[in-house]
């Protein structure tokens, strides 16, 4: 996938006298230091990071993190003290007037937290509103916002006002907004921070149903972990306003950068985190017409394996358990017992998606759950113990001051970055 968005040692003070904070900056001195020393406030330092086209790029922290100053400069709304924003290789860091105005209309939308509908108007007019402010002449307007409204749900509330709608689906109307002037970024502002939780987690699902249908390029800014651990392809973590961490969901449970980020994913259910995927083995696989019962007991003996899956040619065929065939073959003597008269073909599969979480019942039973796809075939196999060792692995805990007082905010703190 291509580059989208570009972020190039980014640095952003307010205050009249940047530079001066810049220079203490780049020498060591802490924020909280020269905000004393110098009455200027860091909001972002030295940020680098890229997005790529389609994929969801979740910016999370604490309150007075960075993260929403950060998006805001994503948009030129606010401008870096230094560094670039590029998008399709335009700075908007350092770009014309117009040229900004240009990339608003035509590249990069925002979703607000707070819906900012117009009471008065209606659900079709508030979603044909970015539109307008375009130019767009009314009935191409309103035929682009009927159809984001369809994308979202909302098509026979068209003619409705906001205050028929509930919370869930006045930030529906929002994101239709955003999505009829067919952006190819949408910028989305903790949108979802106002919903109750229920509704959050049902806006959750539908925007990754969107996203699965119009792969757009998201930044989405969040406090919620969950919430990043969920929705993004690529997280990054902020603090001080420093980008302390990028990865994967998992890379970043796994692998904590340091104390800050450990204390954030301490209480995590990693059986939401990972996959079955990452915790999956390659098969050993008996086939159909040319193994044994007696085969397969000597290959799970070799193996210390208490079942093994059957082939038919390339297809999956059944299951084999260490019980069952060694019964069959002790009973029988001097012949040889086919597969197909011990094999069972109610198994446990999954796809290589699905969480661990998802997994427990199977997992239970304490038989291989087969990873196939849709024609069927074996990718490969979960066994029991991978997946609670993976769901019960030790966190890293929260042994220096820094990494208690991250926790401590995390109890304490609400809301996004200003």
Partial sequence: ???????????????????????????????????????????????????LEGQIFVIMGLSGSGKSTMVRMLNGLIRPTSGKI??????????????????RRNKITMVFQHFALFPH?????????????????????????????????????????????????????GLARGLATNP???????PFGALDPLIRREMQDELLALQSALKKTIIFITHDLNEALLLGDKIAIMKDGRVVQIGTAQDIVSNPADDYV??????????????????????????????TAGDAVRRMEDENLNAVYVMDGEDLAGLVTYQLAAVADRDSGDDDVKLADVMVTDYPTTDRDTQLSALYGAASAGLP?????????????????????QISADQVEAETPEAAQAEAQMGTQEGGAR
């Fill in 121 to 173: 108007r209606t659900i079709l007019e508030n979603a044909a509103f970015g539109l307008k402010v375009k130019g767009v002449p009314q009935s191409e307007r309103q035929a682009q916002a009927m159809a984001a409204l369809e994308q979202v749900g909302l098509a026979s509330w068209a003619n409705s006002k906001p205050a028929d709608l509930s919370g869930g689906m006045q930030q529906r109307v």
């Fill in 184 to 190: 190819e970024i949408l910028l989305m502002d903790e």
């Fill in 86 to 103: 590029l998008i399709d290789g335009d700075d908007v860091a350092s770009c014309s007037a117009a040229k900004l105005r240009d990339i």
């Fill in 262 to 291: 450990a204390a954030f994913v301490a209480d995590i259910d990693r059986g939401r985190v990972f996959t079955a995927e990452t915790v999956a083995s390659v098969p050993s696989v008996m086939q159909l017409d040319t193994d």
């Fill in 369 to 389: 759950i087969a990873i196939t796809d849709d024609d069927n075939r074996l990718l490969g196999v979960v066994e029991p113990e991978a997946v609670f060792a």
């Fill in 1 to 51: 996938m291509n580059i989208k968005l570009r972020v190039e040692k980014v640095f952003k003070i307010f205050g009249s006298r940047p530079n001066e904070a810049l220079n203490l900056l780049k020498r060591g001195e802490s924020k909280e230091a020269i905000f004393q020393a110098t009455g200027q406030t860091i909001g972002v330092q030295d940020a680098s990071f890229d997005v």
